[in-house]
């Protein structure tokens, strides 16, 4: 099973998102990474920014082809912020979801980085740890993907 990673994030003030991929294949206990890449955007409109990343994104599933994607979203704020970069982060990954929608994957997934820990029966910080074994750089969307990763107990035979 290959599954696709996703997370996006404004590394640098005053510049644009970045959507960060990491793509797995295996089982969640011996998962291997496949493939890693980061996708830029030059535009300065938000909604210009949202087309590119999509086209971008969209180019690399044709070529990818996973069998499944999780898009590592933001966790909830204990206090509200008037920044723009979290709405901006929001239309982003709900624009990215539609894109593997209308490449006909139909195991698509949105889980914060609270979720993600919770899929791998882990608090989020060791969840990241593990995304960082696989990918230094890009741990956040590596701990996406272990997420939809089949564990061994999935994949085994019944032996009667």
């Known amino acids: 099973m290959v599954v696709l990673g996703i997370s996006v994030g404004f590394p640098t003030a005053g510049r644009g998102p970045v959507v960060v991929c990491a793509v797995l294949e295996g089982q969640r206990d011996q998962a ?8 830029r955007t030059a535009t300065s409109e938000l909604i210009d920014q949202v ?11 044709s070529a990818l082809k996973p ?6 979203t933001a966790d909830v704020s204990p206090t ?11 239309m982003i990954e709900g624009a990215l979801g539609y894109i593997c ?5 139909q195991k698509v997934a949105y889980r914060s980085g609270k979720e993600v820990g919770e899929a791998l ?4 910080a060791d969840a990241l740890a ?31």
Do not use: M, Y
């Open 32 to 39: 291997r990474l496949v493939e890693a890449c980061e996708l």
């Open 51 to 61: 087309e590119d990343l999509g086209r971008k994104l969209s180019s690399k599933l």
């Open 67 to 72: 069998d499944a994607v999780v898009i590592c």
């Open 80 to 90: 509200g912020s008037r920044k723009a970069a979290p709405r901006h982060r929001l």
């Open 101 to 105: 929608r209308d490449h006909k994957i």
């Open 121 to 124: 029966g882990l608090p989020k």
């Open 130 to 160: 593990r995304g960082k074994e696989l990918d230094p750089k890009r741990a956040a969307a590596a701990a996406a993907a272990l997420t939809s990763l089949p564990t061994a107990s999935t994949t085994t035979p019944n032996p009667s």
